[in-house]
């Protein structure tokens, strides 16, 4: 049998990263390396004789004396990860959390305790930390979710309040239109549709946008041709923009997308609604461009753009 010369095994215990502490059955300290002095400040003279209960708060002390004695009734190896956990006391009565591996060593007829020691000081603050983290990220979701319900039953009971008075505006509008002969009150009454009819889409688009956002609304994605949606928007803003006096140019496209056709719609119609209100002389167009896996569609105008400092908040 290989033996191993006491000064390597020295060595070996001195290079050892941990804090390596021997102890006989009675719990009396025999050896210790210098990580040991290193890590609870007394000096190595001292340290050797002295109880390992020395090393421990008061109020552990005793409870530490049980554990030692059931350790050395049935000795076996303690893993270093699946230690014991104590508090260890320095010299100048600080007190830092250790992990603690202990390991069997058979001097001729007497039983030694090697004890490995290490600070988990940093360890135990990220862990803490992490929860925190974790409990924090955990109460602003639950916050969010609430918001979000609230939301949801909030845009439930506006959406039919919001939009009743412009159902109201709406049907006396008709009516009177059908009383009102004058062709001057016939040409306003003409403007005001016109006008109830931007609020509605613009209330209508803020509500889908909100709903959108609380997850009230899930896209349903499907097959559609995008000349359908182009001529809805045709059909909506034809007349805006000619009493405004500007052109509205929309191209013929035949190409068939899949998307959620209303929420397509729903963007197509700010773009452009936008795009009219902002552009005082000239056009607007709506046109579509073949790319090789999409459709890309575009509202361009000779309106009066984006601010240049206000583009990073798009």
């Not at 070996?12 to 719990?27: N, Q, R, S, V, Y």
Request: hydrophobic share 40%.
């Amino acid at each position: 049998m290989l033996s191993i010369p006491p000064e390597l095994a020295r060595s070996a215990l001195e290079a050892a990263p941990d804090a390596m502490i021997i102890i006989d059955g009675f719990g009396t300290i025999r050896y210790t390396n210098r990580q040991v002095s290193a890590l609870f400040g007394y000096p190595h003279e001292e340290i050797i004789g002295l109880s390992i209960e020395h090393l421990l708060p008061e109020r552990f002390r005793a409870r530490h004396v049980g554990h030692r004695q059931q350790y050395t009734s049935n000795i076996r190896v303690r893993p270093m990860g699946a230690g014991l956990q104590f508090h260890g006391r320095r010299m100048d009565g600080t007190e830092f959390p250790v992990e603690i591996s202990l390991s069997p060593i058979q001097d001729g007829d007497h039983m030694l305790v090697a004890a490995a020691i290490r600070d988990v000081t940093d360890g135990k603050r990220i862990q803490a930390e992490l929860i925190a983290a974790r409990e924090s990220a955990e109460h602003a979701r639950e916050i969010a979710d609430r918001a979000n319900q609230g939301k949801s039953r909030f845009l439930a009971t506006a959406s039919h309040d919001l939009r009743q008075p412009l159902q109201t505006l709406s049907l006396l509008n008709g009516t009177l239109r059908r009383t009102v002969s004058d062709p001057d009150a016939t040409e306003a009454l003409s403007q005001q549709e016109l006008a109830i009819g931007a609020m509605s889409r613009l209330l209508n688009a803020l509500l889908d946008i909100s709903k959108l956002e609380s997850g009230a609304i899930k896209p349903e994605p499907t097959d559609f041709t995008v000349a359908e949606i182009f001529e809805e928007l045709r059909s909506d803003f034809a007349a805006v923009a000619a009493n405004k006096g500007l052109k509205l140019q929309i191209e013929h496209c035949t190409d068939c997308v899949h998307s959620d056709p209303s929420l397509v719609e729903q963007i197509l119609r700010n773009l452009v609604s936008n795009a009219i209100k902002y552009t005082r002389q000239g056009w607007i167009q709506l046109r579509c461009l073949h790319e090789a896996a999409l459709v890309r569609i575009e509202v361009l105008d000779t309106g009066v753009g984006i601010p240049a400092n206000q583009l990073a908040y798009i």
